[in-house]
């Protein structure tokens, strides 16, 4: 990796890794990170170009973000984790999902909007699909990304596209839940 990502680690645990959206950092999940960091250690990514992490010279691509990832993980000896990733975040997340499925124990989206071509039948992981009722993202394709995942659980909360930061008591339950019911290994 041509840089070295700025992340914030809060709690002790199995790797919990939350990846933020387009023009943001790993502070949009404040509202996670101490709720989360009492089981889990959280790990709150500034990708590529974002918060405090370097721009680099490699492309900016979901694809380079996914790769940066897996060098971050490894640096940090952190052979799987729980993947949440909101917006941007949920796009790098299935990107790596696909990639590196080997290091991936449970996969959370949030407003994700990949294009779910080929998906079906390759992530085979505990997958939640998350977002809200008035998400920028059509509910439409929130749906075809949960079902294009086998098994993928689909919560739909009130409130907008940013619902980890406005909504976090509702969002943090929903991923809580999934997280005490999923077949995390």
Known sequence: M????????QGKGEPFILLHGNGED?????????FFSDQYRVIAV???????SPRGTAPFTMEQFADDLYELMNELQIPGAVILGF??????AMKFALKYPQKV????LNGGNLDTKGIKRRIQIPTLV?????????QSHTELIAASIPDAKLAIVKGSHFIANKKPVEFNKEVGNFLNGADVR
């Open 87 to 92: 917006s941007d975040g949920a796009n790098i």
């Open 26 to 34: 790993g502070t949009y999940f404040v509202n996670q990170i101490g």
């Open 105 to 108: 124990t449970a996969l959370i």
């Open 2 to 9: 041509d840089i070295s990502l700025y992340y914030q680690e």
């Open 46 to 52: 500034d990708t590529r170009g974002h918060g405090k």
């Open 130 to 138: 998350i977002a809200g009722t008035r998400d920028m993202i059509k």
